[in-house]
Structures are given as structure tokens and as C-alpha cells.
């Protein structure tokens, strides 16, 4: 599986992102796709993670629930992640990642494949 993240990049306190991640290669019949960052000096966390069957179950991390969104198109194996009300303290790099066990996880460890991330920046 390879996944493509892009949509990072600089903006005020306050304002939104998209990030995207493009998803190719082997599928799995029921996974998950999960969103992490990763700030300097800090161990990668978990942010949001979808299941990628009908359903669409959703999970966030307490510390951006209310303010991003995560989202796919099925049709082109991209799942989204809408940050709005960006802090200061969103400040990372954003990785994209896929549980191919079919079990929800917020454990970086259940993750096989990952993008190369996207750095987001919000400025005070």
C-alpha cells in the first residue's frame, strides 16, 4: 500500500487546513485509515482514524474533537481531514496510516503503512 499525503502547510491561529492522503496498491477488504502527528521532540499521537467499510465509524483524539473532521471517498481511496480552528499547538507533522487488522487502534504500532507526512504550521 502506498499513501500520498499532501495539504500541509502555514496558517494563522484560528484558521482551517485539508489535509488529503491518496491511497494505492494491495486493499484490504475491511481496514482503517488513520491520521497522526508528530511534533519536535514529541512521540508521534494519534488524531483521528476511520473505518473504510460502509459505516464510516470515526474516532478522534479528545484534544482536536469539535474541530477536525475526517472523511473519505471511497471512489478514490482518499480519506480527508478537515482541521479547523487551528492552535499553535497543532503544530506538526501530519501523517497518514493504515490498520489493516480491521480493529479500531489508536496505537501507532497497529499501523503497517504510512505516508511520508505533511507539515502543518499555525502561527500565533
Known amino acids: 500500500v502506498q499513501l500520498q499525503a499532501s495539504g500541509g502547510g502555514l496558517v494563522q491561529a484560528g484558521g482551517s487546513l485539508r489535509l488529503s492522503c491518496a491511497a494505492s496498491?494491495?486493499?484490504?477488504?475491511?481496514?482503517?485509515l488513520g491520521w497522526f502527528r508528530q511534533a519536535p521532540g514529541k512521540e508521534r499521537e494519534f488524531v483521528a482514524a476511520?473505518?473504510?467499510?460502509?459505516?464510516?465509524?470515526?474516532y478522534y483524539a479528545d484534544s482536536v474533537k469539535g474541530r477536525f473532521t475526517i472523511s473519505r471517498d471511497n471512489t478514490k481511496n482518499t480519506v480527508y481531514l478537515e482541521m479547523n480552528t487551528l492552535k499553535p499547538e497543532d503544530t506538526a507533522v501530519y501523517y497518514c496510516?493504515?490498520?489493516?487488522?480491521?480493529?479500531?487502534?489508536?496505537?501507532?504500532?497497529?499501523?503497517?503503512?504510512w505516508g511520508q507526512g505533511t507539515q502543518v504550521t499555525v502561527s500565533s
Open positions: 496510516a493504515v490498520n489493516p487488522r480491521g480493529s479500531y487502534s489508536r496505537s501507532v504500532d497497529q499501523y503497517d503503512y
Open positions: 496498491g494491495r486493499t484490504f477488504s475491511s481496514y482503517y
Open positions: 476511520s473505518s473504510y467499510w460502509s459505516g464510516g465509524y470515526t
